[in-house]
């Protein structure tokens, strides 16, 4: 035996001793640390920017797990305010879901959480606050949250592009104003600067010829984003994390709503020295250049055409839905409302004291991050297959989320979604009405709401109790 085996034999003999028989070693848990603590960061390239952050960086520091491994995180609370961490789209126990109240007391000022859980899914995830989240968001708290397969893809490169969106003021800093009444009957607050991993994208090198995974994530507050990528054919391989079929961008226009991925396989086809546009165009009249790929000099890596690929399916339950049993759920409220004149506003039943509401559920609206005492809307029948009608009865953009699940998108507007599409955030345009439906297979209170930060904060939030 070696010195260093014999080491770490010793290691091992004095960690076992110390946990009961019959337990697995502690060494067994991987342990993580994340640190939520104000910092500042270059977001602009012009000067620095006081931000809140995870390990000290903007996105907060990535974090890699692996498929159906344990992992414990302690989360430390180094903010002047209550916090919380939500494992976005990560199906957990609800115990570790992260929402302040509901189903934990809040990590106050320099206290800690140990978050626990086991990966059932391998994609792209994210990791967010879920107190005072529009500010705790819209300051930069949040970060990738990546689960290896257990075989990974045989691709070139594995690339991740967090976008995010700031409101930027003269000063160069962060503008305070979160939680304008006006901007959350409205679009939310969409800012003047988009960055990519935390900074004003610069070109993406890549070479002709090689095949990339790109992990595209849109943690912004409010900003809808469509892309386009000129000069090339991406493939959809996953939404939110999930294998899809994998198919080519309808009409070449990406939309990337707030808190939504997308996983895109590319095979880069552009000529060696030249640079191709990616562009966003979701807003009339507002398109601007995110980034572009500049391919080096070199010659092709490769020539001849790859194969397809496509990502090994994840263990989700599929609903059964010749018996599921249907639910429907109606987005109203907002400014220009279709019932605006009929006393909507004062239609609305607050359910919660917790700021003011201009948006509805099925009529009622809960504000704020989630608290104690949040009655459920209703309550799914545990291992049943359920389908959901989500109607949005109102003239904005809604990215619609389920805390817990991943869910099948079924139909848009009556027509089935092809491609065999699973999400957690469905984006539904204005009097969109889409089905969705999961088997509730995860016991607990689940926050179902807007991702636009402003809109779940202003009323378009309700729990789900399965
Ligand atoms: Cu990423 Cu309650 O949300
Ligand atoms: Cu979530
Ligand atoms: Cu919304």
Redesign the pocket.
Known sequence: MSRRSLLRAGACLALCALSPPGRASPSAVREIRIVAAPTSAPLTGKGEVDVWAYGGQIPGSELRLRQGEPVRIVVENRLEQDTTVHWHGIRLPNAMDGVPGLTQPPIRPGESFVYEFTPPDAGTFWYHPHANSLEQLGRGLAGALIVDEAEPIPVDRDLLWVLADWRIDESGQIWPGFGNMMEAGMSGRVGNTVTLNGAVPADQPVRAGERIRLRLLNSSLARIMALRLEGHDPVIIARDGQPCDPHVIEGGRLLLGPAMRVDLLIDMQGEPGRRYQVTDEFYEGLGYELTGFAYSNELALRTTALDPLRLLPNPLSEPDLANALRHELTLEGGMMSLMMGGGMMHGMRGMSGMGQAVWSINGTSMTGDGHAGMKPLFALEREGSHLITIRNQTR?W?PMHLHGFSFRVLTRNGSSVPHNQWADTVLLAPEDAVEIAFVADNPGDWMLH?H?TD?QMAG?MTVLRV
Request: proline fraction near 0%; charge should be neutral.
């Open positions: 904005w809604h807007c636009v809109h378009l």
